[in-house]
């Protein structure tokens, strides 16, 4: 049975080790590593900040490999341009999602992706596939090593055959909800922006978000991080109690808009 654990030093080998340093509409950033080298998925919080919370958690910028880039949006991007030249990263982002963010990379450190065509980072292997999302060229990820598959899922308007498909084979994922839907219609966002948020290329409910999980999850998917929360429409009590209710063994984390969440261990252990 896989299994989780919350860690402090990098004791075993078989294992993947996760952490969310931001998730909302305020920056996103996403932490994978192995004992040897780590990626980031997206790098929407400044550098300082992005060191700050990796020091905290006891995590080396040493080990940082490579930032992949999900979309343009600048909650994913902002900080991407500093870490790549302060730490002399290679930026994996595809070319239309470059030509739209702006994003002002050092040509040696600009590294074109594509879907379905793995990127090897030491013992990691990075896998973008697309996603459906109001951006020039919206690409999920998948990042493996040590038998363990890890998602990052957030920023989907609609759970297409690509989301499904590579749902089905994490052992711990981040996986969007972004909005109770109750809370959205009753709140004070203006009809566009409802429109854009609930439509096929904005963001997961709550309730489409676990319909995905309890459908599609595989039996040995040990950890799910609740990820991209809104702030005015839903609460991290809320969806938390919601899937805990069909958890079925997975445990479940809510990811902080404010703060970087505990570093999870995440191993593959046969009974």
Do not use: W
């Not at 990796?54 to 995590?59: E, F, I």
């Not at 065509?117 to 919206?138: T, W, Y």
């Not at 319909?211 to 040990?222: A, C, D, Q, Y």
């Amino acid at each position: 049975m896989p299994s989780i654990h919350i860690f402090r030093y990098f004791a075993f080998t078989m294992s993947l080790y996760i952490t969310s340093l931001n998730s909302g509409s305020n920056g996103n950033c996403y932490y994978v590593g192995n004992d040897n080298e780590a990626v980031l998925i997206d790098a929407g919080i400044s550098c300082r900040e992005t060191e700050r919370r990796m020091s905290r958690l006891g995590l080396s910028m040493r080990k940082i490999k490579a930032i992949f880039i999900s979309h343009e949006h600048t909650d994913h991007t902002l900080g991407t341009e500093v870490i790549s030249q302060k730490y002399r990263l290679p930026v994996y982002i595809t070319a239309g999602t470059h030509r739209n963010s702006r994003l002002r990379l050092e040509p040696q450190l600009a590294k074109p992706i594509s879907g379905y065509a793995p990127v090897h980072i030491g013992g990691l292997s990075v896998n973008a596939f697309p996603k459906r999302h109001d951006a020039s060229e919206p690409h999920s990820f998948t990042v493996n090593g040590n038998g363990i598959t890890v998602g990052i899922l957030t920023d989907i308007g609609t759970a297409c055959e690509h989301v499904v498909r590579h749902l089905s084979q994490c052992h711990a994922a981040f996986l969007e909800t972004n909005y109770d839907e109750t809370m959205l219609e009753e709140g004070n966002y203006p009809l566009f922006l409802k429109r854009r948020i609930r439509g096929d290329e904005g963001h997961l409910s709550n309730l489409q978000a676990l319909e995905l999980f309890t459908t599609h999850r595989p039996s040995f998917m040990s950890l799910l991080v609740l990820s991209h929360l809104s702030a005015h429409n839903n609460s991290p009590q809320l969806v938390h109690d919601l899937f805990s209710k069909h958890a079925n063994g997975t445990r479940i984390v809510v990811a902080s808009r404010y703060e970087e969440t505990e570093v999870f261990k995440v191993d593959e252990l046969m009974s």
